[in-house]
């Protein structure tokens, strides 16, 4: 069968996401490396670097509610506009020898903070610009270009444009966020979608019904919860992974960018084909082969003790994420009213993002105690352990049969989504 066209508003936002995308990959390391430039107490370094990951976890649930208040259109644009002016005043700043690390904390939080807004405006976007069948290939495409721009484009031209001049990577950074500003305009407008209960409400209520929904349907909620799962595994393989390259799988320090690319490319080929494994498998099963597959790698590369057995393992577990995040999103965007799309996307991401400070917290400690081998050991172990218990959890509900309208209605409200 043909696969269903996803059309040019698809391109545009597809583009404005990976543009975005880009941008993040470019100043996230130009942060840091300007922060090195500014001392050499670790603990201010780290300061950049935890500004730009709360947000996520403290405003996660606000952004989903804006994102569901306002136009998602114009909200994606209005957020990268001012992304792209903070970032081109920080570069101003750098040139005039006036940014210190207070301002470099300031930016980083303010950034990441508009980006959650982004994210779940352009979440809550897509299921608006493609048929419902195409939704899994679409996710794959966005996951696979975010791998392209994040790995092989951002991160290593943030190093070769901060060498030849410190305020060049910020404001490339800037005219990527106003790039994707101005595609986000160009999207055909969509008409606002009918709010689940009329009447305007408090902020937090609303946050909560998006958590609430997550909660109410089963697989959803399942889902959720192995990703906070395995979560928990990948940022502990996360934070040892380079100790783990150099000093036990023996890549020359020379070589670790070559080896660090096969997870990217490994990225690239799960995004690209998440929609036609969902297409030949279903979703659940599709959910339950790629967490099989995922802890098969991981142990693969835990028993590795050479690069290239290691670094294709790594490849395909990255495979296997990226086919993980983009099922895990189209799944929500089918089943979830569209009045609510953004604050159940918030939702999901924050549930599913708890877990990543504790992991790579905790494997920080035990490899300072224990050696990175044990470390790598362990998170496998752990990722074996939540897909064993997916595998119990993640089975496709048997056909429901055919409801009246009093059974309907129950199954449509808010919270009380059956599962599929």
Partial sequence: MTAPPLGRDYRLLWSAAVSSRLGDALRTPALALLAATLTRDPRVIAAVTV??????????????????????????????????????????????DRAGVAALVAVAFLLAALGTLFDAASFAMLPSVVPPAALPRANGRLQ??????GGFLGAPAAGVLFALAAPLPFTVDALTFLCAALLALALRPVPPSPRAQPG??????????????????ALLWRLTVATAGSNLAISGLMAVLVLYALDVLRVPPAGYGLFAAGAVLGGLAGGLGAGRLA??????????????GQAVALTGLALARHPVPGGLALAVFAAGTTVWNGLWASYGQRHVPPALLGRVGAAQRMVGLLTAPVGAALAGMAGAAYGVGPVAAAVAGV??????????TLRPAAPAPAAGPTSAATAARPGRRPSR
């Fill in 200 to 217: 305007r409400r408090s902020v937090w209520r609303e946050g909560v019904e998006g958590m609430r929904w997550v909660r109410g349907d």
């Fill in 279 to 292: 297409a030949r498998l279903g979703t659940v099963p599709a959910f339950r082969v790629v967490l099989a």
């Fill in 144 to 149: 696979a270009g975010s791998a392209v721009a």
């Fill in 383 to 392: 990722f074996v352990l939540v897909t064993l218990a997916a595998w119990r």
């Fill in 51 to 96: 500004a730009g990951q709360l947000p996520p976890l403290l405003f996660g649930l606000l952004g989903g509610v804006y994102a569901d208040r306002w136009d998602r259109r114009r909200t994606m644009a209005v957020v990268d506009g001012l992304r792209a002016a903070v970032t081109g005043a920080l570069a101003l700043a750098i040139a005039l």
